[in-house]
């Protein structure tokens, strides 16, 4: 099967993928995935996917930017899973696959003959991941959002001031961490399948992604017994790591070891602070932390940021202002990062933000534009009905 058209070849080229998921992590997971060649065929009921709607910011073109930047390089069709015809489709779409995406509540395909056992009798070799909010297993009832799991997961007591409330991260993290988890299980799931013939049930939850997102901080209560707290911007195991006042802007410094700390305290005119038995050591420095800010921020605020950033920048002191979000695609375009895309057809391309990967052996792809609801639907249709007569006539199966 080529929907796609595309000519370079790329390593999951001829990878099928039905994707059935909504909102975020699924499609962000297939659209990495289509970046790297696979055809995404992307199904929708005919209200259409969540983001479609969730607005504002919306394009020129009056398209949500949420929808626009997870649904590139795919194909939409609407399937209506109560009307028989739709559903037919639906089963003989999975029945075709490589790979089934899907984050219902967990049990919810079942009635439909969507769920893995019903698809894996229709396709052996099918990779199927199930994306859930809490596991399928007691958490199984649970609603999935983003928001109630950093409350759960324990992300929002370590987020805000000290004495202040609890806050959300700034973007849906840990429906980002399930999709790139999703992206690694299911290439591994392919890995594997291509050596063995078999595929599998690949299945994530966002707060099984928080539990390992969280890293240190879920390790500090396994491992050492300690509930991590809210420390504002501090850093639990490291100063200075956080914004410091200058003569104007606050200015993130993260001098992360001792030869780094040296070279800060060279910089802002006060080198005997590296000699400093209280200071020597990254734990004498968390630990006597309000002793040490009142005589860096002394320095600092002779000059301005712009001016320690660039002398801090010379010998090697992690350092950044903190930038707006067009300030910072603005500082990843002038380092050659070229953070926007254009994605679609020459003449008819729409901006996009980058692949982050860089590949030796191939670029990934930007054909297609983020689709509008059921564009594709004739098409999906009409390949999947020559492709059902031509393994009716040969008896062999044509992807």
């Known amino acids: 099967m080529d929907l796609t058209g595309t000519s370079t070849a790329r390593p999951l080229d001829g990878i099928l993928i039905a994707d059935l998921s909504r909102v975020l992590a699924g499609p962000y997971a297939t659209m990495l995935l ?16 969540d983001t479609r709607s969730w607005v504002p910011p919306v ?23 109560q009307n028989d015809d739709d559903l037919a489709v639906a089963h003989a779409l999975t029945g ?25 009798d229709r396709n052996e070799s099918v990779i199927y991941c199930s994306i859930s909010g809490f596991g399928s297993k007691e958490g199984a009832s649970l609603p999935g959002y983003d928001l109630i799991v ?4 324990g992300l929002m007591s370590l987020t805000g001031d000290p004495d202040g409330p609890a806050y959300r991260a700034g973007i849906s993290v840990f429906d980002v961490m399930a999709g790139l988890h999703s992206t690694i299980g299911i290439l591994a799931a392919l890995r594997h399948r291509s050596e063995t013939g078999t595929g599998q049930h690949v299945e994530t939850s966002l707060l099984a992604s928080a539990m ?12 050492g017994g300690v509930t991590p707290h809210r420390m504002g911007n501090a850093h639990p195991s490291l100063f200075p790591y956080e914004p410091l006042p200058t003569a104007d802007n606050d200015l993130i410094v993260t001098a992360g070891n001792d030869a780094q700390f040296r070279k800060l305290v060279e910089v802002l005119g006060v080198p005997e602070l590296a000699d400093d038995p209280r200071f020597a050591k990254n734990e004498d420095r968390t630990e006597r932390r309000e002793e ?27 350092n950044g202002p903190i930038n707006t ?8 375009d002038t380092l050659g990062l070229e953070p926007v895309v254009q994605v679609g057809p020459p003449g008819d391309t729409v901006p996009g933000v980058r692949n982050p990967i860089t590949f030796s052996g191939f670029a990934p792809r930007y054909d297609l534009a983020p689709p509008t609801l059921g564009q594709d639907g004739d098409e999906v249709r009409a390949w999947l009905g020559a492709a059902t007569a031509m393994t009716t006539s040969t008896g062999q199966e044509e992807r």
């Open 34 to 49: 289509a970046d790297m060649g696979a055809e995404v065929i992307k199904v929708e009921s005919p209200g259409g996917d």
């Open 59 to 81: 394009r020129e073109d009056g398209v949500s930017t949420y929808y626009a930047a997870i649904n590139r390089n795919k194909k939409s069709i609407v399937l209506d899973f």
């Open 96 to 120: 075709r696959a490589d790979v089934v995406v899907e984050n219902f509540k967990p049990g919810g395909l079942r009635r439909f003959g969507l769920d893995y056992g019903s698809v894996r």
């Open 150 to 153: 950093q409350a759960m997961s």
């Open 212 to 223: 390992s997102g969280l890293v240190n901080q879920t390790s500090a209560y396994v491992a």
């Open 292 to 318: 040490l800010r009142p005589l860096l921020v002394e320095r600092l605020k002779t000059q301005s940021a712009i001016h320690w950033f660039d002398k801090l920048n010379e010998v090697g002191v992690p």
């Open 325 to 332: 979000i067009a300030q910072g695609l603005q500082y990843a």
